[in-house]
């Protein structure tokens, strides 16, 4: 079993970041697990944000978000972050971090690939 837990979420100004992170805990090593972000707006479907794979050596992006955001994991401190730089009003949702062990998935970009999943933090990003 894995727990997640976000963090860093908060209201801002277009143009402006956030830093979010998630941390596991539980029995499977954190660093044996791939890591993704979802993002989840009023309205609208849960959507892939960014993976990394459980070696850091793999990392994925959604096209509405490259250049603008970073994904990096820390497996001593078993964090991932999540690092959004120019943030747009459309940005505003309920970003949850997701885990799974499955190695041979590299950076997975559905929902159905993530076993684990926290409970979400709000950034909301004002014009």
């Known amino acids: 079993q894995v727990q997640l837990v976000e963090s860093g979420g908060g209201a801002v100004q277009a143009g402006t970041s956030l830093r979010l992170a998630c941390a596991t805990s539980?029995?499977?090593?954190?660093?044996?697990?791939?890591v993704g972000w979802f993002r989840q707006a009023p309205g609208k479907e849960r959507e892939f944000v960014a993976a990394?794979?459980?070696?850091?050596?793999?990392?994925d992006y959604a096209d509405s978000v490259t250049g603008r955001f970073t994904i990096s994991r820390d497996n001593a401190k078993k964090t991932v972050g999540l690092q959004m730089n120019s943030l747009k009003p459309e940005d505003t949702a309920v970003y949850y971090c997701?885990?799974?062990?499955?190695?041979?998935?590299?950076?997975?970009?559905?929902?159905?690939?993530?076993?684990?999943w926290g409970q979400g933090t709000q950034v909301t990003v004002s014009s």
């Open positions: 997701a885990a799974d062990p499955r190695a041979y998935l590299k950076t997975p970009r559905f929902i159905h690939e993530y076993r684990y």
């Open positions: 539980g029995r499977t090593a954190s660093s044996g697990l791939n």
């Open positions: 990394i794979r459980w070696t850091g050596s793999d990392i």
